[in-house]
C-alpha cells in the first residue's frame, strides 16, 4: 500500500490515516483515492515551505493584486490573520520563484501531473 502513496504525507499520522483508508476500499476504488492523496500531499508539501516565511511586505504586495472587496476585507483582517491563507502563501513562494505548477510537477509521477493539469484546465474560467 506504501506505494500507493508517493509522496506521502509528510505527518505520520495522517499518512497512516491515508493508509488505513485505502486498505477498507474495494480494490476498484483505491487507486482513485490514493491519486487524490497524492495530489493533496503534494500540496501540502509546497504549502509547507512557506511556514514563517510570509512577511509583511508579501502581504501588502498580494492586497495590490486583489479585487477591491477581498482587497477591504483582507486588510481589515489584518496581516497577522491572513498570513496562514493559502493564496496569500502561494503568493509569497512564487514572489520567491517557487511556482507551485513547477513544484508539483517535480514532485508528483508524470501520469499525476497531467491527471492535475486536466483538473486545472476543467476548472479553468471559460473565456
Not at 71 to 81: I, L, P, V, W
Not at 112 to 125: C, G, I, N, T
Request: hydrophobic content about 35%; glycine content about 4%.
Amino acid at each position: 500500500m506504501e506505494e500507493l502513496l508517493r509522496p506521502r504525507h509528510p505527518l505520520d499520522k495522517y499518512h497512516q490515516a491515508q493508509l488505513d483508508f485505502l486498505a477498507t476500499l474495494p480494490e476498484a476504488q483505491r487507486a482513485y483515492h490514493a491519486r487524490l492523496f497524492r495530489l493533496g500531499n503534494a500540496s501540502y508539501r509546497y504549502q509547507q515551505q512557506a511556514a514563517g516565511e510570509v512577511t509583511e511586505d508579501d502581504f501588502r504586495h498580494w492586497l495590490e493584486g486583489l479585487p477591491e472587496k477581498m482587497r477591504a476585507a483582507m486588510e481589515r483582517d489584518g496581516f497577522e490573520a491572513s498570513k496562514s491563507c493559502l493564496p496569500l502563501r502561494r503568493h509569497a513562494l512564487e514572489r520567491r520563484d517557487l511556482g507551485y505548477d513547477a513544484f508539483l510537477q517535480a514532485i508528483l509521477s508524470p501520469e499525476d501531473w497531467a491527471y492535475q493539469q486536466e483538473v486545472a484546465q476543467a476548472s479553468a474560467p471559460k473565456p
